[in-house]
């Protein structure tokens, strides 16, 4: 009886051509086991999405800057892989350092970006703007180049009461966490 089950047969909920694989009881079994090992991994949802504090990006970026974003600038490079990805090469104006050489501006070279009608947008990167306002968080400088510290988190926005945007955190308050960690 290929494709008909008689009362007494259990119903199947995954096929191969006409042929049963699996019962709906086996089947429900194994989610049952799959939510069970994934509710009892070590890495809770909404782990990954927690932001990185303040005084930790401080720490561990070789400079952080109050800057603006100058010039933006996107370009062909090769990708870790060989191949070409877009990198947008912003220039900073600096007005002030709060870790680091002082230098008046500095170069970032952030993955993504649009050229030659090519959007490239890069999960979890830092997106630039020309005029953005902030404080960057930057790993070393490799040819005079910094790439961001953090990717997407590389970047606390200010808006023109120097409040990091969407928050209630001043640049005063970041200046007073980078203070204490000298």
């Not at 290929?2 to 699996?22: A, C, H, I, K, Q």
């Not at 007005?95 to 170069?107: F, V």
Request: aromatic residues 4%; negative net charge; glycine residues 10%.
């Amino acid at each position: 009886m290929r494709g008909n089950f008689s009362e007494g047969d259990p119903p199947y909920v995954l096929l191969r051509g006409d042929e049963p694989m699996m019962s709906n009881r086996m089947f429900s079994r194994l989610m049952m086991a799959a939510a069970f090992a994934l509710c009892c991994s070590p890495l809770q949802a909404g782990e990954l999405d927690r932001p990185t504090p303040v005084n930790e990006r401080l720490r561990d970026s070789a400079a952080v800057v109050v800057a603006t974003a100058r010039q933006v600038d996107a370009t062909w490079k090769p990708g870790p892989t060989g191949d070409q990805i877009i990198v947008t090469r912003v220039l900073l104006e600096v007005t002030e350092t709060l870790k680091g050489d002082d230098q008046s501006s500095r170069w970032l070279d952030v993955p993504g970006g649009t050229l030659e009608g090519v959007t490239l947008k890069v999960s979890g990167e830092l997106t630039v703007r020309e005029g953005d306002r902030g404080v960057f968080f930057l790993d070393p400088a490799n040819g005079g180049i910094h790439s961001a510290h953090g990717k997407a988190e590389a970047l606390l926005r200010l808006d023109q009461q120097d409040t990091v945007k969407g928050t209630t955190i001043r640049l005063d308050d970041i200046r007073r966490i980078a203070a204490k960690s000298r």
